[in-house]
């Protein structure tokens, strides 16, 4: 929206003051007739946009193979439109407004608008030193460590690798474990110079939101601070709480051969917390949105300030020549407007939720299905669509996308063009330690190998690439079972173990295959 001619009226009654009265009272009619008019004219869009967004919902469900979805855009601060698609299971009932869904990493706009609420009333400061304010935070490099700041923890640029210490919580570490362990992840690059997404630095924010609500723990910050001014009754932060939900659809791990239906685990995204485990509906993230695009007012009140608001969306860290990160959200520019969005994706959902503050508008998109990009293509096809930039088919590049690295994934699990000799196993069975993950025991296990993580119980498999390096998988025992559904057959990394000159077994390096972070363990 264009308000170039109220500044010049302004600048216009400044020079002229025998006129104010008359300029006064005509600035008063025209702005807001003007923004009527945005408002209306916005409307409009959205309601031509209805045929052809149902036609394109459908046809990015068809081609992702995807059960179910619902949208929603917020506009004249109410959810104009607001649809469910397909159905909560395949061959079940269909969604609805009502029908809940994981939000994935949606979850971090609300970390973030809790800490502004915080710095609102005086108990946290974007500025203060992490260290002053929790006594386990320790980095690998000292510097960081008294460096890190308040301001540093959503900003995505740590200097440790992308998803730092993600696959310990698949193991089943605990989220103060893995952000203890933080102190033994080597950088990648220098802190605060490149864009690294995190989700461990999240847990550590969540944990100090709470500390200074002097809350339980941050769920219960949520609940009273958002959840409850918003009137958003049907969210809630537990796999427990999803599969007791009435309308509640199930999630689908995706593959290029179709969707796979999985079970709810409480290992993930729940137990990433603030960085991903709240469950919604579209009914419910419209009042979200609302208040994000009233700049922190929901019908008239006050639930966050604008300033300390917009500190979250200020950007951060650059991601590309057209994408900066801030706190829980992305900043975008496009032909027609600047565009503030995040998705979210879990192994068996995604969301998107855009808006573009300056044309009054927002986007909701949720699905039961991985994130692969279907969630992500259509929010922005919405939003090029209602702001008038070029027309692109998001659905046919996210797809060509998804298929792509697939594949690429596939190709760096197949065995090795060359095959290396055969490893003896019996002299790799015994005890070893990782300062993160503990102490694990090897054991021969028919042609490969086991190893169990003492500390949470999780169990690998351990499948012989020759060379003395492993395929490694999740074994889908006990409490595990879900998330090692969830994963799929794909490995979560490879075993690499060290052999001296002498033939002894040194060790081994468990490398993560998200991010090719190492994991050390000594033999003991």
Known sequence: MNFGGFFDAARFVSARRHALPFLAALILWALPAQLARADQDMEIRIRNLGPALDAYVAKGMKDFDNPGAAVGIVTS?????????????????PVDTKTVFQIGSTTKAFLATTMAIASDRGKLDWDARIVDLDDDFEMKDPWVTREFRVSDLLAQHSSMPPSANDVMGMLGVDQAGMVRAMRFVEPVSSFRSAFAYTNVTHMLAQRIVARQFGATDWDTVVRNEIFGPLGM?????????????????????WTPQGTVEVPFTPIFPYGFGAAG???????????????HLANGKFEG????????????????????????YAMGWVIQSTPNGRIVWHNGGTTAYGAFIGMAPDKDVGVIVLTNETNVGLPDAMGEWILDRLLGNPEVDHVAERLKAAKAAFAEVEKAS???AVRQPATVLAPLAGDYANDSLGHAKVSEDGPGLSVEILATGAKLKLADRGGQAFDVTLVPEGRFQGIAEN??????????????????????????GDNGQKY???RH
Do not use: C
């Open 233 to 253: 009754k049907d969210s809630s932060f537990t796999a427990d709480a999803i599969q007791a939900a009435p309308n509640h659809t199930e999630g689908y791990r």
């Open 414 to 416: 197949a065995p090795p």
């Open 487 to 512: 994963i799929g057959p794909t490995p979560i990394g490879i075993a690499q173990f060290e052999v001296d000159q002498s033939g002894a077994i040194g060790g081994f390096s468990f490398i993560s």
């Open 77 to 93: 601060d109410r959810l104009y439109f607001l649809k469910g698609y397909g159905v909560r299971r395949k061959g079940g009932e």
């Open 520 to 522: 050390p363990f000594t």
């Open 301 to 324: 009140r006050e639930i966050v300030s604008a300033k300390n608001l917009a500190v979250t969306k200020t950007p951060r860290t650059g991601m590309n020549e057209t994408l900066t």
């Open 277 to 291: 485990s709240i469950n919604s509906t579209v009914e419910d993230l419209g009042p979200w949105v609302r208040l």
